[in-house]
């Protein structure tokens, strides 16, 4: 298994385009480098191998599963999905409004309204830890993203000085070495360091607090 952990994730959102990084990391599979979305899930699969992006408040993670004996070339792939994305134009829209959906849905979720009143809470209004634990954003927030503010998101915080790669297995320091020297060693150093957001003492008084939806089951 190996994670790249790319620092920022949905902290560093613009405060009136929050969802992006969220947006931007379900995209980063569809399609790269030479490869198609298809070709892409192809090679996957071949490789017998698997490759998800989540996004947390902090940073957004890309995690491959693959059998040791197709690991280089797996790694190979994942250095191609995180340096060269294509970001497809109809991929943006369908995955615009597969978040705008999950968004639409998130009143009917009394976890998600407790959570995001906790974090409110904690937190304050207007605090990037008050949003969405992970990276949802807002509906009008990834409505005005465009195309293009995916590629400057990519473009600044996917850099190697901005990551982590944690790898497990039955593998050697030596040997992780010589299998990060293909894609991912040649991975341009370009962009910035996210830091950490920072966040107050305290916001709320302890108490019970009370959400009321009328109708909710």
């Known amino acids: 298994v190996a994670s790249l952990i790319v620092r920022g994730g949905a902290g560093v959102d613009p405060g009136d385009k929050q969802g992006l990084a969220r947006l931007t990391a379900s995209l980063l599979t569809a399609g790269a480098g030479t490869m198609s979305e298809e070709k892409l899930a192809d090679a996957m699969a071949r490789l017998d191998a698997t490759l998800q992006?989540?996004?947390d408040l902090d940073t957004v993670t890309l995690t491959l599963v693959a059998p040791?004996?197709?690991?280089?070339?797996?790694l190979d792939v994942l250095g191609t999905v995180v340096a060269a994305p294509k970001f497809p134009a109809a991929a943006v829209e369908r995955e615009r409004k597969k978040q705008i959906s999950?968004?639409?849905?998130?009143?009917?979720?009394?976890?998600?309204l407790s959570r995001a009143t906790v974090r409110r809470l904690l937190y304050g209004a207007g605090n990037p830890y008050a949003a969405q634990g992970d990276g949802l954003g807002t509906k009008s927030g990834v409505s005005k993203?465009?195309?293009?503010?995916?590629?400057?998101?990519?473009?600044r915080w996917f850099n190697p000085a901005n990551s982590e790669i944690v790898i497990v297995g039955d593998i050697g320091q030596a040997e992780v070495e010589a299998?990060?020297?293909?894609?991912?060693?040649?991975?341009?150093?370009?962009?910035?360091?996210?830091?950490?957001?920072?966040?107050p003492a305290k916001v709320a008084a302890?108490?019970?607090?009370?959400?009321?939806?009328?109708?909710?089951e």
């Open 179 to 199: 299998l990060l020297s293909g894609n991912l060693g040649r991975w341009s150093s370009v962009g910035s360091q996210a830091t950490a957001v920072s966040v």
């Open 145 to 155: 993203i465009t195309r293009a503010d995916i590629t400057d998101f990519h473009h």
């Open 102 to 112: 999950e968004l639409e849905n998130l009143p009917n979720e009394p976890r998600l």
């Open 53 to 55: 992006a989540t996004t």
């Open 68 to 74: 040791k004996e197709q690991v280089k070339e797996a």
């Open 206 to 216: 302890p108490g019970v607090y009370l959400i009321d939806q009328p109708g909710m």
